[in-house]
């Protein structure tokens, strides 16, 4: 019989995880800021919105470390430690991944998207801002399931798995739209290459949130 979380545990790992997630979250909106200042090319914030991702990627790291390096050993967990850290992992990645695409647009001081791709880009921008701020929501669930280890409550959390599965599939195809676009429509081989790899780094956003669905899936699993 698995023994409540909430008696094993005084303060639960995934209170730091929650609050890791928020941060993810909190980063969603900076973030999308920042890219629809780049695609338009109408606002001169861009810096600003880069610094706030950076700043609040920091302030994730503190939390990381902190879950880390607060994890009693003698302490019995109902899930493997090593699980739980590839699960913090891979929602670390996602914040990773989300300065990569910011320092890759400062890399090229020509701003702005070619206009006969600005509608894609919008469209792949829409597709991985969905799982991201389903992270912090399954977190919360999975919390609730760990201390109750009700059924119903692991159905919950299992359903918000199959939707971030499902917005990374929606997130692929848009990726693969904006790709197919640019070889056909641009000339330029070197904004080839920049727009390619940045509908690519963008995508893997949505790839690693589906990626801590599945570590949080195995944490769940019976």
């Not at 400062?106 to 206009?115: A, E, F, L, V």
């Not at 006969?116 to 919008?122: C, I, R």
Request: net charge negative; aromatic share 10%.
């Amino acid at each position: 019989m698995r023994i409540p979380f909430i008696s094993l545990f005084t303060t639960s790992p995934f209170d730091g995880l929650m609050k890791h997630a928020e941060k993810v979250k909190e980063c969603t909106w900076a973030f999308q800021q920042a890219i629809e200042c780049h695609i338009t090319d109408r606002c001169l914030t861009f810096e600003k919105f880069r610094e706030e991702v950076i700043q609040l990627e920091s302030e994730a790291d503190v939390i990381k470390r902190r879950i880390r390096g607060h994890l009693p050993k003698w302490t019995m967990l109902p899930v493997d430690k090593f699980q739980l850290f590839r699960y913090l992992r891979e929602q670390d990645h996602v914040l990773d991944s989300v300065e990569d695409v910011l320092d890759w647009i400062s890399y090229r001081s020509d701003p702005g998207i070619p206009k006969e791709l600005e509608k894609d880009f919008f469209l792949l921008l829409d597709s991985i801002i969905a799982p991201i701020e389903e992270l912090s929501k399954m977190v919360s669930e999975a919390r609730k399931y760990f201390r109750s280890y009700s059924e119903k409550q692991r159905f919950v959390v299992k359903k918000i798995i199959r939707s971030i599965r499902q917005q990374e599939h929606d997130a692929d195809t848009a990726e693969d739209i904006v790709k197919s676009k640019i070889f056909n429509l641009i000339k330029d081989p070197v904004t080839v290459f920049h727009m390619v790899r940045l509908a690519e780094t963008i995508g893997s956003i949505a790839d690693h949130a589906e990626n801590a669905g599945d570590m949080m899936r195995a944490m769940i699993a019976k």
